[in-house]
């Protein structure tokens, strides 16, 4: 069975990663939205808002795990998400002005446009964790959106506090990004037949169960680390003008 394998587990473990990482923001908005209302209507808001996002968002994320089996597209979608992971690493400047509705159902509408307008990110790379397997797609989804709606504060102070969080995530997603234009239709017979180890390699095996890792994922993990560090270093020298 599909869950009796370790790469199942790790797979649920990296959709949950990449997607509390890359909420924060989405987080924050819900919590924005419901700042004005009555406290008997701020629940009800979190709880329908954010449970109308979950339902986009699977059905988002289906629709780009459709089309990443064309060819080209997890190229594409490779660079982007490398792009994306580096961006994580370099400090934002400046905030979102989010209006903060006066009643239930514009606040849910307000989270849901948003949520959808911040979400391609997170869409992208929990596609490509999920590797085509919609109930590993659906069960990470699942559990980590509610995480991050009912954690949001919290998750947003230790980031904060302890920035390696945001550095480990941003190679994670790095390697998913790694992952993506190795496998695409259009090259991935090559690369099965002359650099196997780009794709995957066998680094445990206990019984049955099985880790595979890809070289091309590690690759790209270090180099979102370096890049995003070297440009967040230069933007910190830019605003002290030196």
Known sequence: MEVMTAQFWVGLMTIIWVNIILSGDNAVVIALAARSLPKE??????????????????????FV???????????VGGLLLFWIAVKLLIPERGGDDIESPDNLLQAI????????????????????????????????????IPLVVVGATMLMNLMVRYPSIITIGAALIG???GEMPVTDPVVVEWFEINARWLIDFEVLAVGELKLKLSAAGLIAAALVVALGK?????????????
């Open 41 to 62: 209507q701020q629940n009800k808001t979190i709880f329908w808002g954010a449970g109308a996002a979950v339902v986009l968002r699977i059905i988002l994320t289906l």
């Open 109 to 144: 509408k307000t989270i849901l446009i948003a949520d959808l307008v911040m979400s391609l990110d997170n869409v992208i790379a929990v596609a490509a964790a999920a590797k085509g397997s919609i109930l590993l797609l659906v069960l990470g989804l699942l559990i980590s």
């Open 65 to 75: 795990v459709a089309l990443l089996q064309y060819p080209y597209l997890r190229i």
């Open 175 to 177: 390697y998913v990004s």
């Open 230 to 242: 070297w440009l967040a270093a230069r933007q910190t020298r830019a605003e002290q003008g030196t």
